[in-house]
C-alpha cells in the first residue's frame, strides 16, 4: 500500500507564488508517473502537472504550462509543484496522484492507482 500526503497549500494573492510538496511513504515506492491534479467546486478534476520517476519526462496541463514547475526528490520519494504567477482560476484543492501501472494516458485521472487526500489553494484577486 502506498500512501502519499500533501502539503504547502494556502491562501495567495494573484501573481503570488506557492510550493507544494507530495511525500509517499509505504511499500516500496516505485511509481512510473507521479502527477498533480486539481478540483474546484462544481468543477471535474481537472490535470495539471505528470513527471515519469525514472526519467526526464514532464507534462502540463494548458492553463499552467509556463506558470508550474514540477518536480521531484527519490531519495526523500517527493514530488513538488511550484506555483507562480498565480491566478484566481487556479483556486482548488489539488492532489497528488501515482501511477504504477506504466499508463499512457497521463491526462486521465482513471489511470492513477494512489490518491493523497488533497490540500486547498485560494488565489485572492
Do not use: H
Request: one cysteine or more; a positive charge.
Amino acid at each position: 500500500q502506498v500512501q502519499l500526503v500533501e502539503s504547502g497549500g494556502g491562501l495567495v494573492q494573484s501573481g503570488g507564488s506557492l510550493r507544494l510538496s507530495c511525500a509517499a511513504s509505504g511499500r516500496t515506492f516505485n511509481p512510473y508517473l507521479m502527477a498533480w491534479f486539481r478540483q474546484a467546486p462544481g468543477k471535474e478534476r481537472e490535470f495539471v502537472a505528470a513527471i515519469t520517476w525514472n526519467g526526464p519526462y514532464t507534462y502540463y496541463g494548458n492553463p499552467v504550462k509556463g506558470r508550474f514547475t514540477i518536480s521531484r526528490d527519490n531519495a526523500k520519494n517527493t514530488v513538488f509543484l511550484q506555483m507562480n504567477s498565480l491566478k484566481p482560476e487556479d483556486t482548488a484543492v489539488y492532489y497528488c496522484a501515482a501511477d504504477l501501472q506504466r499508463t499512457t494516458v497521463y491526462l486521465d485521472p482513471r489511470e492513477y492507482e494512489y490518491w493523497g487526500q488533497g490540500t486547498q489553494t485560494t488565489v485572492s484577486t
